[in-house]
């Protein structure tokens, strides 16, 4: 039984998050901040931004990933805490 609620958390984790950095990317990409600070930290590690432009983007769209992973993991964590406290509520 476990097994199978932790199957589900971990693909309602992975749809949402995958759905959501579809949406963001989807977005005008003027944030300025997100390649700024990526640019920063890529010049802070001695990589060369000029001559690796591309790879400003496409870390851009990696932490856009990541970051909508960890939102959805929290709306699946903060789910199931819900449920757990209705279920506790309603069993007495």
């Not at 591309?54 to 960890?70: C, H, K, N, Q, R």
Request: proline share 3%; aromatic share 8%.
């Amino acid at each position: 039984m476990k097994l199978l609620r932790y199957s589900a958390n971990v693909l309602a984790t992975l749809a949402i998050g995958v759905l959501l950095s579809r949406y963001i990317s989807s977005l005008p990409y003027e944030f300025a901040p997100l390649p700024a600070s990526i640019a920063f930290v890529m010049r802070k590690a001695g990589i060369d931004t000029i001559k690796n432009a591309d790879d400003v983007e496409t870390i851009g769209l990696l932490v856009i990933i990541a970051l909508s992973l960890v939102v959805a993991a929290l709306l699946v964590w903060t789910l199931n805490r819900v449920l757990r406290r209705w279920q506790l509520a309603h069993r007495s």
